[in-house]
């Protein structure tokens, strides 16, 4: 690749990403799932418009699996505890009983109405049967629902989708063969082993992290997000389901109290839209428009058997004997979205050679685009006449560490160092240049809010708040004190830069 041919490539690359952003506000303001634009934008790029030829069922495998990934280890460091600690069994059934569930009824309704053999139409039912954890976190999160529903969406879809490709490479095998019992086997290895590696690289790295002091407070969100893929990679080489790993090291590393939390929050989001926008418009190229109205017919078929008969069916089974009332459970099954899963899942049978595996990619790509564009705008309606949100409910608030971008201010730390002059000065008697102020004392390892006739003590940490236009003002004056105390200006001492 020559220079400018890199040069083209990300111009190329910038403008997409900019139209998905742009995609992103259009869905927003129209109540749409902004998958659904992306897939679009990336059709439009695609052979039978713009002539870009994308065809690589592998690479479009390997690089969704990776952006899937960076999606699960998004959710996971954006979900909170208390929201899920209570939801574990039933999100557990519901991502593997349910599964299971959702998989027999929707094979079931493709062999019985549409008169798929046996392999294809238990391919399509695997393909299709888990929620999928983008278009969860994307939809559901702007909704004010009660947190049992959303938690418990929320972690089914960190959970199903380890089953989920369990059953599909399992059914991609080429001829059929299947045995029970060594399937049950693979399935409960994959799921205990995943659990196991993700929940102990989360603790490693919460107990590891606070210990290490790195030299730049960016480095922090980069070293947390790294420990996420750290965990799906390490399950993956031991043969254990990676995403249940990603995602359970997120949780945990997000609930451990981590320095640079709100840092690590925005950048995670950050990574997990890129993922989702280079993912969607892959998948889009990744199509033939042409071929897909043939498939319209067999989509929305199985597509109803999924939405009003095989997903109810596994939600009220799974959820037997937790008294989750009807109304939530109705809505639970409505809200089972499809997005980026089932389209990545829908290229391992292209890559093992199934016959008709085309086929199987063109059906699940109606299929998600048609109801998604059914599901995800009617979901708030849908909520508010079952009652689980007002009218007018507002969202839920989000708290973060310091928002200081928005309130145009910055935050300054320092300690009082062995000799300074700082030492016996009050706050009082600091003059810092108004509106700065000091917000904070950590001495001897407490923490408490300083009065204006405060000390200052040597081996004080402060948090100082201020503005950019007096953040160099109040450097000069701590520094200006630090050297000759109180009356630093009888001195001719400004606390420039040496």
């Known amino acids: ?48 418009v713009l002539g870009i030829e994308f065809d690589d069922a592998q690479l479009a495998q390997n690089l969704g699996t990776a952006a899937l990934a960076i999606i699960l280890v ?26 299971g569930i959702s998989v027999v009824g929707t094979a079931a309704g493709a062999h019985l109405l549409l008169g798929m053999d046996w392999q294809l139409a238990l391919l399509l039912g695997a393909i299709v049967s888990s929620t999928d954890a983008a278009a969860v976190f994307s939809v559901l999160r702007v909704l004010p629902l009660p947190r049992r529903v959303a938690g418990l969406l929320e972690a089914e879809s960190g959970f199903n989708d380890a089953p989920t490709v369990i059953l599909v490479l399992l059914f991609s095998t080429t001829p059929l063969h299947l045995e029970p019992g060594s399937a049950a086997a693979n399935l409960l290895y994959q799921l205990v082993a995943g659990t196991a590696i993700g929940l102990a690289i989360g603790w490693l790295g919460a107990a590891s992290l606070p210990r290490v002091a790195l030299p730049a407070s960016g480095l922090y969100p980069l070293a947390i997000f790294g420990l996420g893929m750290v965990a799906f990679a390490a399950a993956g080489a031991a043969q254990a389901s990676g995403f249940i790993a990603a995602y ?18 925005s950048f995670a989001e950050g990574l997990g839209w890129l993922a989702q926008i280079g993912l969607f418009v892959l998948l889009g190229l990744l199509v033939t428009p042409s071929e897909l109205p043939q498939e319209a017919l067999p989509a929305l078929v199985i597509g109803l058997v999924l939405l009003l008969a095989a997903r109810p069916l596994s939600v009220v089974v799974s959820l037997l004997g937790f008294r989750v009332p009807w109304r939530e459970q109705a809505f639970l099954s409505w809200a089972g979205l499809r997005g980026a899963v089932p389209i990545v899942l829908a290229t391992f049978p292209t890559v093992q050679g199934v016959p008709d595996s085309d086929r199987v990619l063109d059906i699940v790509f109606v299929l998600v685009v048609v109801f998604t564009l059914v599901q995800g705008p009617s979901l708030r309606p849908l909520a508010r006449r079952m ?97 000759r105390g109180r009356l630093t200006h009888w001195f001719g001492e400004y606390g420039d830069p040496d």
């Open 387 to 483: 009652g689980l949100i007002p009218r007018e409910a507002a969202r839920e608030i989000q708290v973060e560490a310091a928002p200081l971008d928005v309130l145009g201010a910055e935050l300054l730390t320092m300690t009082v160092p062995a000799g300074s002059a700082l030492h016996g000065v009050s706050i009082r008697e600091l003059r810092l240049p108004n509106p700065s102020m000091i917000t904070l004392f950590i001495r001897s390892g407490h923490t408490f809010v300083p009065e204006p006739a405060t000390r200052l003590e040597v081996g004080d940490e402060l948090l100082i708040v201020t503005t950019p236009a007096q953040r160099e003002a109040t450097e000069r004056r701590l520094r200006a004190v630090s050297r």
């Open 248 to 265: 359970l090291a997120g949780v945990v590393l997000a609930n451990s109290g981590l320095p640079r939390r709100a840092a690590t929050r």
């Open 74 to 99: 998004e959710g996971g460091l954006t979900t909170q505890w208390s929201d899920v600690r209570w939801l574990l069994a039933p999100a557990g059934l519901l991502a593997t009983v349910g599964v």
């Open 1 to 48: 690749m020559s220079l400018q041919q890199l040069y083209v490539m990300l111009l190329a690359g910038g403008l997409v990403l900019l139209a998905g952003i742009v995609a992103t506000r259009v869905a927003h303001r129209m109540g749409l799932p902004s998958l659904v634009l992306f897939l679009v934008l990336g059709v439009l790029l695609g052979e039978d």
